[in-house]
């Protein structure tokens, strides 16, 4: 053995070796079961039996009073054209007016002639409207050559658009909200007299219902103004709004991508999967708070929002925000998709968790090495202030590009990212360990050599391979599953 890519030496590879051994040895001998990983159930997260008791991993120890972001300066609320895909849908709607009599705007009008508050957010933002630009550009390039790839991934594409379909037009469940939360928050919902014994009896029966429902993890926080979007609200339309009294509590519900098609990013994985769930469970969350008697409304992907839901995930014990920007859960990894149903439902709310995840990613940078589209920062600490609070930072428009780039008939986009994250493992035993050691271990030796081990075991293409020719080889970072490669069920 030489040097690896990032001038590891064989000499402290394996002294560091050896102490992994040390700790594989020892959590081995506590218990962690070989057989975890090959279950179907280790799929999905916790609150698999009846009484949900059954997690497989303990938050308890790792419990802290505050959130491991931190707050640097006065916290604002994001403006709707901030989000890149409301920002863009305004664009699109400039470019292809729906209404035959508007004329459409064009990028040789410049800047100058766009509407507010576009205008103002690209002139404060230029590379953004060039990226834009770019990305518009890409997608006509990748539509005009989809036809060379749509035999190759004509079942990842069924697959997705299968999982899409829920998701647009009149028939979406579930139904987007027509009048202001006041009232469709309030639509539905039963005149129940019973009071709950207790918040903490509101708050188990409402994640064993979730659960049930088919969630993988299940959080509760109490809201936050500045986590609550601004400019932009579903049932009204463009409008400067107050966070709305009835929300004070929201139910954050994730679920995982599935594995196989995640690790075979770009071309073969789909958001869609994990979105078309989340829609049906937290849909169905909020019908059920309503018929117990409380207001509800469900904040689902792939854009109906009124909350930006990491930070209230973080809040809500999930787990912590990673150097993509994705949260990171002991469970799942970045393979964690997010909705919420927002309530006054008397709850109780969890605790944020440390498992260190700021100190991983300070040394890890592989999402980063990984990204086609240069999109996420190097930097050594999450160092960029935004809206009030320090974190990493995504060039969100880059990111966007590569997901215009990529071989694909409809929005599928990257992912990679996530996929080769070193949290988004499945549960088998080493890793089991890995999430139960590291976290405990305060000399970040454990964690080196877990990294170490990573860059060494698992094979990374660098960035521009995922792309199509001629910028790179439509590569994925894993192979994919046979169930999704056309060629081993027609002849092409
Ligand atoms: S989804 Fe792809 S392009 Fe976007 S940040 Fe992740 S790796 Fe980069
Ligand atoms: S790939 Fe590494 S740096 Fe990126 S989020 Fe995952 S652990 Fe952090």
Same mark, same amino acid.
């Given at each position: 053995?030489?040097?690896?890519?990032?001038?590891?030496?064989?000499?402290?590879?394996?002294?560091?070796?050896?102490?992994?051994?040390?700790?594989?040895?020892?959590?081995?001998?506590?218990?962690?079961?070989?057989?975890?990983?090959?279950?179907?159930?280790?799929?999905?997260?916790?609150?698999?039996?009846?009484?949900?008791?059954?997690?497989?991993?303990?938050?308890?120890?790792?419990?802290?009073?505050?959130?491991?972001?931190?707050?640097?300066?006065?916290?604002?609320?994001?403006?709707?054209?901030?989000?890149?895909?409301?920002?863009?849908?305004?664009?699109?709607?400039?470019?292809?007016?729906?209404?035959?009599?508007?004329?459409?705007?064009?990028?040789?009008?410049?800047?100058?002639?766009?509407?507010?508050?576009?205008?103002?957010?690209?002139?404060?933002?230029?590379?953004?409207?060039?990226?834009?630009?770019?990305?518009?550009?890409?997608?006509?390039?990748?539509?005009?050559?989809?036809?060379?790839?749509?035999? +190759?991934?004509?079942?990842?594409?069924?697959? *997705? =658009?299968? !999982? @899409? /379909?829920? #998701?647009?037009? &009149?028939?979406?469940?579930?139904?987007?909200?027509?009048?202001?939360?006041?009232?469709?928050?309030?639509?539905?919902? +039963?005149?129940?007299?019973?009071?709950?014994? *207790? =918040?903490? !009896? @509101? /708050?188990? #029966?409402?994640? &064993?219902?979730?659960?049930?429902?088919?969630?993988?993890?299940?959080?509760?926080?109490?809201?936050?103004?500045?986590?609550?979007?601004?400019?932009?609200?579903?049932?009204?339309?463009?409008?400067?709004?107050?966070?709305?009294?009835?929300?004070?509590?929201?139910?954050?519900?994730?679920?995982?991508?599935?594995?196989?098609?995640?690790?075979?990013?770009?071309?073969?994985?789909?958001?869609?999967?994990?979105?078309?769930?989340?829609?049906?469970?937290?849909?169905?969350?909020?019908?059920?708070?309503?018929?117990?008697?409380?207001?509800?409304?469900?904040?689902?992907?792939?854009?109906?929002?009124?909350?930006?839901?990491?930070?209230?995930?973080?809040?809500?014990?999930?787990?912590?925000?990673?150097?993509?920007?994705?949260?990171?859960?002991?469970?799942?990894?970045?393979?964690?998709?997010?909705?919420?149903?927002?309530?006054?439902?008397?709850?109780?709310?969890?605790?944020?968790?440390?498992?260190?995840?700021?100190?991983?990613?300070?040394?890890?940078?592989?999402?980063?090495?990984?990204?086609?589209?240069?999109?996420?920062?190097?930097?050594?600490?999450?160092?960029?202030?935004?809206?009030?609070?320090?974190?990493?930072?995504?060039?969100?428009?880059?990111?966007?590009?590569?997901?215009?780039?990529?071989?694909?008939?409809?929005?599928?986009?990257?992912?990679?990212?996530?996929?080769?994250?070193?949290?988004?493992?499945?549960?088998?035993?080493?890793?089991?360990?890995?999430?139960?050691?590291?976290?405990?271990?305060?000399?970040?030796?454990?964690?080196?050599?877990?990294?170490?081990?990573?860059?060494?075991?698992?094979?990374?293409?660098?960035?521009?391979?995922?792309?199509?020719?001629?910028?790179?080889?439509?590569?994925?970072?894993?192979?994919?599953?046979?169930?999704?490669?056309?060629?081993?069920?027609?002849?092409?």
């Amino acid at each position: 053995m030489t040097e690896n890519n990032n001038g590891f030496k064989r000499r402290n590879f394996i002294k560091i070796l050896g102490l992994a051994g040390g700790f594989v040895t020892l959590g081995g001998a506590a218990g962690a079961g070989l057989a975890t990983g090959k279950n179907k159930d280790s799929y999905t997260g916790f609150g698999r039996t009846e009484y949900g008791e059954d997690q497989f991993f303990n938050r308890n120890p790792f419990v802290v009073d505050k959130p491991t972001y931190e707050k640097v300066g006065t916290p604002r609320r994001i403006s709707y054209v901030e989000n890149l895909f409301k920002r863009n849908g305004e664009m699109y709607r400039l470019l292809y007016p729906r209404n035959k009599e508007d004329v459409p705007w064009s990028f040789e009008q410049g800047v100058e002639t766009l509407p507010e508050p576009l205008k103002s957010f690209y002139t404060e933002h230029p590379g953004a409207l060039s990226e834009f630009k770019k990305s518009m550009e890409k997608g006509k390039e990748q539509r005009s050559n989809w036809h060379q790839y749509e035999n +190759k991934f004509l079942l990842a594409d069924a697959w *997705s =658009n299968a !999982h @899409a /379909s829920p #998701l647009h037009g &009149k028939g979406s469940f579930p139904h987007a909200p027509e009048e202001s939360p006041e009232i469709s928050d309030f639509q539905g919902v +039963k005149d129940v007299k019973l009071t709950f014994k *207790s =918040n903490r !009896h @509101a /708050s188990d #029966l409402i994640k &064993k219902i979730a659960y049930s429902f088919g969630a993988s993890l299940v959080g509760i926080a109490r809201i936050k103004e500045e986590w609550v979007n601004q400019g932009y609200m579903r049932g009204v339309g463009k409008t400067d709004f107050e966070v709305p009294e009835h929300w004070k509590y929201a139910i954050v519900i994730a679920v995982p991508h599935e594995w196989d098609s995640l690790y075979a990013n770009p071309t073969y994985g789909t958001s869609y999967d994990a979105y078309s769930k989340l829609r049906f469970f937290a849909g169905k969350l909020e019908v059920f708070i309503k018929e117990i008697g409380y207001p509800a409304r469900s904040h689902v992907p792939p854009t109906s929002y009124e909350l930006t839901l990491p930070p209230v995930a973080i809040d809500a014990g999930l787990g912590e925000q990673g150097r993509h920007t994705v949260l990171i859960t002991p469970e799942l990894g970045a393979n964690t998709r997010l909705a919420a149903v927002t309530t006054n439902m008397p709850l109780e709310p969890d605790k944020p968790i440390d498992i260190g995840i700021n100190d991983f990613c300070s040394k890890c940078k592989i999402c980063a090495e990984e990204c086609s589209g240069g999109a996420i920062s190097f930097d050594n600490k999450p160092e960029k202030v935004i809206r009030g609070y320090k974190r990493w930072h995504i060039d969100e428009d880059k990111c966007f590009t590569v997901w215009n780039s990529v071989a694909t008939s409809h929005a599928r986009g990257c992912r990679v990212c996530l996929a080769v994250c070193p949290y988004s493992r499945k549960n088998n035993w080493i890793h089991n360990i890995a999430r139960e050691v590291d976290p405990r271990d305060p000399s970040g030796l454990f964690s080196t050599a877990l990294l170490a081990m990573q860059k060494k075991f698992f094979k990374y293409h660098g960035g521009q391979e995922y792309l199509p020719p001629p910028d790179g080889t439509n590569e994925t970072f894993n192979d994919a599953p046979g169930w999704l490669k056309t060629e081993e069920w027609f002849d092409i």
